[in-house]
């Protein structure tokens, strides 16, 4: 996609889904210093505080059509993953914006404008926060051999923008191990608020979307998992009439013992769901053709081809206008 | 402004600016399950992490002119605030956006998209995070009189749209107290890459703003202050050639004791720029005729309102073109 290209929107926006309201009760009042300038104030902690909500950012494109979409993010990093490439290319949501559906990306749970819950014992402070190290990032992303980090050298042939890691390492906020049903609860509201749509769920938001499709079927026509962990069993989508779901994947998946492990769940998964009738598709890209690509497959040198793929595969399983 | 206004966008999108690196020794390792279907993945918390930079996401309306607009939000909020009203009206981003503005939303360091440092012992931890109860947002907002939250009776007259202020209650995210220099320091690095602009800054925003308006003065052409805290001395702007500045206030300033002691510091700063020469304006909307507005001037019913004096204070001091 050309670096500019207009784009006329009917409304954007933002508002938070779901949550839940925490009273504080007994805590010891306290007085903090908020400026240089101000008198100390009196901070009384006990009261009432929302939580657990998550933060939703909305683009109608002008003349759109089609179902919209839900873009929801992995481990780790925010909706913003969806914005800008690390080398400041145009990412997925102005894919989907250009290709005329309705978008809404979710920050989830805990994670970047959802804000998360600081208040002492209410969540687990023994399973976050944890923020991912570079090197970390480097493995876990699949942009290298971990060995290779300091050389910086990536596996061969590797389209991640690797002159600009640091953007992605940037985009990086703590997160939790054990949100996961908070990011699924919410998901579901925001759902339920949007009527019909397709979700498209990366890595930790593949599967917070599958978990969500398969409580609020009715409303989601196709799911979208890339390179999806976490998802629930296939048993839960036992009983619901007929749900495509693409399961989609780079390269270099023999690389390392997590991806081995994770490509088969996802055999699974796809098996699994097949045998129950449902229409699925499980693709790496290497299968068709396409090399070089990381984990972050919306931040890869090929992005825009790899959002065509999957809006392709959207628009052959959900007719124009069939759910509406 | 109708809820529905197309606009058209020549770009938008987000990236990071500022931060350090920060180097993580001698930790750990520990096993963490990120999702139920993964192994134990093995966490080496040693390594280099990517902290302190700030989140922008930036708007280019087409057909646009004058000077980019950076909103800096205040003390444990978001970008998110400038974006939809709690009652879901479009927020100030869309005011500046249709007024041909160019517009960058900062998520202050620590807050939202930006991310927060959760190394152990490199931030404070006496001074944060801390979350704001519902009871202080009403009390700090300016909603109404603190003995009248449980009945949620505002102050007479009051325009902040209370029917949903469970939407402010969650944009609220933890915040810390003594990372103002950070923001500064990001911000700055904002100005230096946007180039000349003018800055709208709200409450800790403000102070904010302004600090970084004396730091890179040559590229700031006028400073909005919506009740600013945290405010630099005057003597910061002894050498800088000229720099308008504007500080509004809203209602109901004499009904607590910490506005009561801030419309002090506003006077007192705007004196001090005034007798160095600057051109400043204080103004108070009651003092306008504009009466009912709370702490947040950007989400009361008259938001539009308030936002077009802004607009209006800009035009008169930045020559369309001027630093260009």
């Given at each position: 996609?050309?670096?500019?290209?207009?784009?006329?929107?009917?409304?954007?926006?933002?508002?938070?889904?779901?949550?839940?309201?925490?009273?504080?009760?007994?805590?010891?009042?306290?007085?903090?210093?908020?400026?240089?300038?101000?008198?100390?104030?009196?901070?009384?902690?006990?009261?009432?505080?929302?939580?657990?909500?998550?933060?939703?950012?909305?683009?109608?494109?002008?003349?759109?059509?089609?179902?919209?979409?839900?873009?929801?993010?992995?481990?780790?990093?925010?909706?913003?993953?969806?914005?800008?490439?690390?080398?400041?290319?145009?990412?997925?949501?102005?894919?989907?914006?250009?290709?005329?559906?309705?978008?809404?990306?979710?920050?989830?749970?805990?994670?970047?404008?959802?804000?998360?819950?600081?208040?002492?014992?209410?969540?687990?402070?023994?399973?976050?926060?944890?923020?991912?190290?570079?090197?970390?990032?480097?493995?876990?992303?699949?942009?290298?051999?971990?060995?290779?980090?300091?050389?910086?050298?990536?596996?061969?042939?590797?389209?991640?923008?690797?002159?600009?890691?640091?953007?992605?390492?940037?985009?990086?906020?703590?997160?939790?191990?054990?949100?996961?049903?908070?990011?699924?609860?919410?998901?579901?509201?925001?759902?339920?608020?949007?009527?019909?749509?397709?979700?498209?769920?990366?890595?930790?938001?593949?599967?917070?979307?599958?978990?969500?499709?398969?409580?609020?079927?009715?409303?989601?026509?196709?799911?979208?998992?890339?390179?999806?962990?976490?998802?629930?069993?296939?048993?839960?989508?036992?009983?619901?009439?007929?749900?495509?779901?693409?399961?989609?994947?780079?390269?270099?998946?023999?690389?390392?013992?997590?991806?081995?492990?994770?490509?088969?769940?996802?055999?699974?998964?796809?098996?699994?769901?097949?045998?129950?009738?449902?229409?699925?598709?499980?693709?790496?890209?290497?299968?068709?053709?396409?090399?070089?690509?990381?984990?972050?497959?919306?931040?890869?040198?090929?992005?825009d081809q790899v959002a065509g793929l999957v809006a392709t595969w959207l628009d052959e399983q959900v007719a124009p206008g069939s759910m509406y």
């Open positions: 996609m050309p670096r500019h290209v207009p784009l006329t929107l009917d409304d954007f926006g933002s508002f938070a889904v779901g949550g839940r309201i925490v009273t504080v009760e007994g805590a010891e009042v306290r007085h903090v210093q908020l400026s240089t300038d101000l008198p100390t104030y009196r901070v009384d902690p006990n009261g009432t505080y929302h939580v657990e909500h998550a933060y939703v950012q909305y683009f109608v494109p002008h003349g759109g059509s089609g179902l919209p979409v839900v873009l929801v993010h992995g481990g780790g990093l925010t909706g913003a993953c969806w914005e800008t490439t690390p080398d400041d290319r145009p990412g997925w949501l102005h894919y989907f914006l250009h290709h005329g559906r309705t978008t809404f990306v979710v920050d989830g749970v805990e994670r970047g404008r959802s804000g998360w819950c600081s208040l002492p014992g209410v969540w687990d402070e023994h399973t976050g926060p944890f923020l991912r190290s570079d090197q970390e990032a480097w493995d876990i992303f699949r942009i290298g051999p971990l060995d290779k980090f300091n050389d910086q050298e990536t596996f061969p042939g590797s389209r991640f923008p690797i002159d600009h890691v640091e953007n992605l390492a940037r985009q990086q906020v703590p997160r939790w191990t054990t949100t996961q049903g908070l990011s699924v609860a919410a998901l579901c509201e925001l759902i339920r608020r949007v009527g019909p749509c397709v979700l498209i769920g990366h890595s930790q938001g593949g599967g917070i979307a599958a978990h969500a499709a398969s409580t609020v079927p009715e409303q989601v026509a196709a799911v979208v998992l890339l390179e999806p962990h976490g998802l629930p069993p296939v048993e839960a989508f036992a009983s619901v009439a007929s749900l495509p779901q693409m399961v989609l994947a780079g390269d270099y998946l023999d690389q390392t013992e997590m991806y081995q492990h994770l490509a088969k769940t996802w055999h699974e998964y796809v098996a699994g769901l097949g045998a129950q009738g449902h229409h699925v598709t499980y693709a790496t890209l290497p299968a068709m053709g396409i090399t070089g690509n990381s984990h972050m497959l919306m931040m890869d040198d090929n992005s």
